[in-house]
Nanobody, 126 residues
């Protein structure tokens, strides 16, 4: 059964960094994308970044230049390196996976992502 598990969240001071990881078990799609989303208290869930099985990436404007998504195929893991964190980045971060058409980019909306992890809390505070 396909499952995702996030790790790496925690408390960090403004300006600090965190690396989130998402491990996928029983990943059997021929062509897929894994994305990170986040949801802050009282706000709607929003996309952060995504990566396809071929390594193509896409990121929200606020993530570009600060967050880097990467994958580690041997371990079926996707990482999100977050730098220059600010209090506005405080949220629960979720990873999600979905099948995509081969050769296409991943997109930053929820609909294509059919399996979600439980989330990991990121708190940016002094």
């Amino acid at each position: 059964q396909l499952q995702l598990e996030e790790s790496g969240g925690g408390l960090v001071q403004p300006g600090g960094s965190l690396k989130l990881s998402c491990e996928a078990s029983d990943l059997t799609f021929d062509s897929y994308a894994i994305a990170w989303f986040r949801q802050a208290p009282g706000k709607e869930r929003e996309p952060v970044s995504c990566i396809t099985e071929s390594g193509r990436t896409n990121s929200a404007f606020y993530a570009k230049g600060r967050f880097i998504i990467s994958k580690e195929d041997a371990k079926n893991m996707v990482h999100l390196q977050m730098n220059s964190l600010q209090p506005d980045d405080t949220a629960i971060y979720y990873c999600a996976v979905g099948a995509i058409t081969p050769g296409t980019r991943c997109i930053l909306i929820s609909r294509p992502y059919t399996t979600w992890g439980q989330g990991t809390q990121v708190t940016v505070s002094s």
